[in-house]
């Protein structure tokens, strides 16, 4: 079985839409078919400040929410980072085959970076790409299942483990990004141009999986659309719609063409009728299975402590070549 992994940050309060139709759907999927890694990843977390409770919750929110969402502890190895030391370990050694050049042209660090100004701005938060690099080449994953915003930390981890296997000989497998076109990008639903992200300007673009039910059908139904009535997928001319389309043609099941055809002759009241509905339904379970899981916190721990393990045994051989290559001495 191919293998895959992918990682999420445990973010306040819950995931959003452009999280799970981006990203965790995929996990969801590729559990299946592939020997499947997943892992919240609270050592990138601290990249910003973070309220030690607030972020001890939120990393058990984010496993709940996985669970919830269709992850099953029988088919994937769900675990939290820094329960793997291993993965600072390599991050360390991804640190120094970086070029500095190289790590300052990450356009996320460049963005988050220049909105945070160089004085709140962390070495942390900088050599983050690094660390992500060593989570996916840890687990020596062929396939990595993320939205479009990571593609440019799986070229450089694609980079780095070429790099390290041309200097010390064969060691990582170098990874695949796995990104659905239809998916890759779910858009802000007051700002249909910007990508859906928990810094949106108005919070009624941000549809947060955990919010009460009714209100995300509000959102829904206070979307931003276009001039015009006509109900056709187009990027360029029809942002609104296209992104309202795509949301709905994953969570339905149905091709953009068919509901192209379906809401021929109708307004955008009715696309956005359905698919509040289509939410509702998907949400409403998400939302009572994820507090389930917060309720029984001792199997929670337990699932995170078994992944844990089953991901060290992995991570702890690769580290071990990794560090022969490198010719560090081993510990007696
Ligand atoms: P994070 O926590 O920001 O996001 C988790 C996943 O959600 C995807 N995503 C989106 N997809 C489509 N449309 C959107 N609007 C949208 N917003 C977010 C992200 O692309 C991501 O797949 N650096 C990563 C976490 C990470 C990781 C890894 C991922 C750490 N180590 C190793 C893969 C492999 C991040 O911050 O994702």
Redesign the pocket.
């Known amino acids: 079985r191919p293998r895959v ?5 445990p ?1 306040a309060g819950s995931f959003h839409l ?2 799970y ?3 965790v759907r995929q996990w969801v999927a590729l559990q299946e078919t592939h020997d499947a890694f997943y892992m919240v ?1 609270d050592l ?1 977390a601290i990249t910003v400040p973070q309220d030690p409770a607030e972020l001890r919750a939120n990393t058990r929110l984010a496993a709940a929410q996985l669970l919830a969402a269709g992850l099953d502890p029988e088919r994937c190895t769900l675990f939290v980072q820094s329960h793997v030391p291993e993965h600072a370990q390599l991050g360390w050694v991804m640190n120094c085959i970086t070029g500095f050049g190289e790590a300052s042209r990450m356009t996320q660090f460049k963005d988050k970076s220049a909105r945070q100004g160089n004085d709140r701005t962390t070495v942390g938060l900088f050599t983050y790409p690094m660390l ?1 690099v060593a ?2 080449l840890l687990y020596q994953a062929d396939q ?1 299942p ?5 593609r440019q ?1 799986l070229e450089l981890t694609r980079t780095l483990a070429e790099r390290f296997n041309a200097t010390y000989g064969g060691t990582f497998t170098v990874p695949d990004a796995y990104i659905l076109k239809e ?4 858009y802000d639903l007051q700002e249909p141009t910007a ?3 928990k810094s949106a300007a108005n919070a009624k673009g941000l549809v947060n999986l955990l919010d009460e039910p009714r209100a995300t059908a509000k959102k829904i139904k206070s979307a931003v659309t276009d001039t015009g009535s006509e109900i056709r997928f187009d990027r360029a001319e029809k942002a609104g719609v296209s992104n309202l389309l795509s949301i709905l043609s994953t969570l339905s099941g149905e091709t953009i063409a068919e509901l192209e055809e379906k809401y021929t002759g109708k307004g955008y009241g009715a696309l956005k009728t359905d698919l509040a509905e289509v939410m509702v339904d998907f949400v409403t379970p998400f939302r009572e299975r994820t507090h389930a899981y917060l309720d029984d916190p001792e199997t929670l721990d337990a699932i995170l402590a078994e992944g844990a393990e089953k991901a060290r045994a992995v991570a702890a051989e690769t580290l071990a070549q990794t560090y022969d290559k490198l010719g560090l001495v081993p510990a007696k």
């Open positions: 992994l992918s990682g999420i940050q973010t452009g999280n139709l981006g990203a990843v990138h992500m989570d996916i990595v993320v939205g479009e915003d990571q930390h998916t890759a990008k779910i990508k859906m992200s």
